[in-house]
């Protein structure tokens, strides 16, 4: 008896454990990794980030693979409840409008109203031209370990400062027609300016406020050309300088 009694409370336990987690990556935090390179230089493949959501307010898509628990025909909420409206140049974890279940993550560039247009890689918001000056190189390195010098600028963007990539003149969005940012939507850009999709493709598009699953907030682990579980592979491969690191 004493022992189907341990049983039920350990179950009891383990239910209460992954409730209260399940709670914590809803409505306060949830981890992210980072599995390509549009937002270089600041954030890496192998970085492992924070993203808060509360910041924009929750939605369905604060939930667990987007669920929705409530039925539309009793659902009392708006599309998103304790809505915030985000800032230019807040890094932003999304869900993708034409699946609405893979995660993107990009800079917020603009808001709703807003006019932009990249002009030869320059972005151009509300007929202000974003200045920007060439920084020292960023280098690149590969996943076989080769390394690669790639222009970098210091981008003075509103009150931001942001270090972004340019990998060549010319590129297919270095020079787009404007772009006006429908009520409720945002357009959003990666820093590594011609290795991105983003708001300038069709594939993305503009993003709606509902879709905003949260602000990318710190980088807690980092890894460098090797997986999480490789644990006999973090000596040589954590990226020590990354951790804890605040997101720009």
Do not use: C
Not at 63 to 86: G, H, R, T
């Amino acid at each position: 008896m004493k022992n189907n009694n341990s049983f039920l409370s350990n179950i009891k336990s383990i239910f209460l454990a992954i409730f209260i987690a399940l709670l914590i990556r809803s409505f306060v935090a949830e981890p992210f990794n980072i599995p390509s390179g549009s937002m270089k230089p600041n954030l890496l493949v192998g970085d492992f980030i924070f993203v808060s959501k509360w910041s924009y307010g929750y939605s369905k898509h604060s939930l667990p693979f987007s669920l929705d628990i409530i039925p539309d025909s009793l659902n009392m909420f708006p599309d998103k409840i304790f809505s915030k409206m985000p800032e230019r140049g807040d890094v932003v974890v999304f869900k993708t409008p034409q699946d609405n279940r893979t995660d993107y993550i990009k800079r917020l560039i603009g808001l709703p109203g807003d006019s932009i247009q990249i002009i030869n890689g320059q972005i151009k918001i509300n007929d202000k031209l974003i200045l920007r000056k060439k920084n020292e190189d960023f280098v690149d390195i590969n996943s076989k370990g080769d390394k690669k010098r790639v222009r970098k600028y210091l981008e003075y963007f509103f009150d931001k400062e942001v270090e972004v990539l340019d990998l060549m003149d010319n590129g297919v969005v270095d020079n787009t027609n404007t772009y006006i940012v429908p009520e409720g939507f945002f357009f959003v850009m990666g820093d590594n300016r011609d290795n991105s999709q983003d708001s300038r493709f069709n594939v993305v598009g503009f993003v709606p406020l509902q879709n905003l699953v949260g602000k990318a907030q710190f980088v807690f682990f980092s890894l460098e050309n090797s997986r999480f579980f490789q644990i006999w592979k973090w000596p040589k491969s954590i990226r020590f300088n990354r951790l804890f690191s605040f997101i720009k």
